[in-house]
């Protein structure tokens, strides 16, 4: 037994240490990467789904680390919200998104993710208010995804910081719909302007009925709350029929492209918008 404490000690004490090493070292590089113009915004379309058409892009962060390649949000946000540094990094990003959105086709909008800590501050509505000012972009063409978790810890400031984004004219739309733990009763207690289903339950379309079910009454619930609905993660063509017949009304996935840089961004509204 006294060996087998031991054995943990040496075992787990100074893999921890690396983790947390290697998590502070990367905190640090970030801080810097974000003055060095390392970060970069890429774009993914989203779409009607009876017509194909391009409706806007979610803004996605990305880092072109120097060494270590393109870096994915996944290994950067959630440092990023550990150190608060995220508040920077996300006024960052929606001015970066906003700026590039202005050079779209006029209807096309942009989503722009907001994490749990933007949302607490209470600057937050002045700070979009500013981006949209200092780039010009039309208020109804930015759209803020927010996830449950955001409105978890404290509720009312959240609410009352969407609630002034939105009476500017600014759209509001739930992020990752079906995967927190109130997903109904954050709808009912805020008026979005989008739902956006996750793409866990888009996935098994096609050959799990638990999903088809969920996805179809999510779509049913938001007919009836008159919210429409965009199915994340549509990567076939099996998926996107099944979500023409259940009459949902946009998606975003690879069948309709990866995110891309802002160039290859803006060259895409070009060629659609030429059509
Ligand atoms: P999210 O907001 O749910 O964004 C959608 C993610 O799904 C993106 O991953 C996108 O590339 C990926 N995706 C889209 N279509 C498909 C598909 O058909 N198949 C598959 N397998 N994946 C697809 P990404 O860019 O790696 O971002 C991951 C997460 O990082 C985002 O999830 C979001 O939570 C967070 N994130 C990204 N940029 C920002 C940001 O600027 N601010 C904040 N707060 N979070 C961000
Ligand atoms: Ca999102
Ligand atoms: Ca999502
Ligand atoms: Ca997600």
């Given at each position: 037994r006294a060996k087998a404490s031991s054995e943990q000690v040496v075992i787990y004490d100074p893999a921890m240490d690396e983790v947390s090493r290697a998590r502070s070292l990367m905190a640090v590089e970030l801080r810097a990467a974000l003055e060095l113009g390392q970060l970069e915004v890429h774009f993914q379309a989203q779409s009607d789904i009876p017509t194909r058409d391009l409706v806007g892009f979610e803004a996605?962060?990305?880092?072109?680390?120097?060494?270590?390649?393109?870096?994915?949000?996944?290994?950067?946000?959630?440092?990023?919200?550990?150190?608060?540094?995220?508040?920077?990094?996300?006024?960052?990003v929606l001015n970066a998104a906003c700026r590039e959105a202005v050079?779209?086709?006029?209807?096309?909008?942009?989503?722009?993710?907001?994490?749990?800590?933007q949302l607490a501050q209470p600057d937050f509505a002045e700070t979009v208010l500013d981006a949209l000012l200092v780039t010009g972009l039309e208020p109804s063409r930015l759209e803020l995804e927010v996830t449950e978790a955001s409105l978890i810890s404290d509720k009312r400031r959240a609410e009352e910081v969407m609630a002034s984004v939105k009476a500017a004219g600014v759209r509001i739309a739930m992020d990752d719909?079906?995967?927190?733990?109130?997903?109904?009763?954050?709808?009912?207690?805020?008026?979005?302007?989008?739902?956006?289903?996750?793409?866990?339950?888009i996935k098994p379309l096609g050959r799990d009925r638990q999903a088809a079910?969920?996805?179809?009454?999510?779509?049913?619930?938001?007919?009836?709350?008159?919210?429409?609905?965009?199915?994340?993660?549509?990567?076939?063509?099996?998926?996107l029929a099944f979500l023409d017949r259940a009459r949902c009304r946009e998606a975003q996935g690879y069948l309709f492209g990866k995110p891309c840089g802002a160039a290859e961004t803006a060259e895409r509204v070009r060629e659609q918008w030429a059509r």
């Open positions: 996605l962060a990305r880092w072109r680390h120097p060494e270590r390649g393109m870096i994915p949000p996944s290994d950067f946000i959630p440092i990023a919200e550990a150190t608060g540094l995220i508040r920077e990094l996300g006024v960052w050079s779209w086709a006029e209807p096309l909008r942009v989503a722009v993710n907001v994490a749990p800590q719909y079906g995967t927190g733990y109130a997903s109904l009763s954050t709808l009912q207690t805020f008026p979005f302007d989008k739902i956006k289903i996750d793409q866990s339950f079910a969920i996805v179809r009454s999510t779509l049913i619930l938001g007919e009836a709350l008159g919210i429409p609905v965009l199915a994340e993660g549509v990567e076939t063509e099996t998926q």
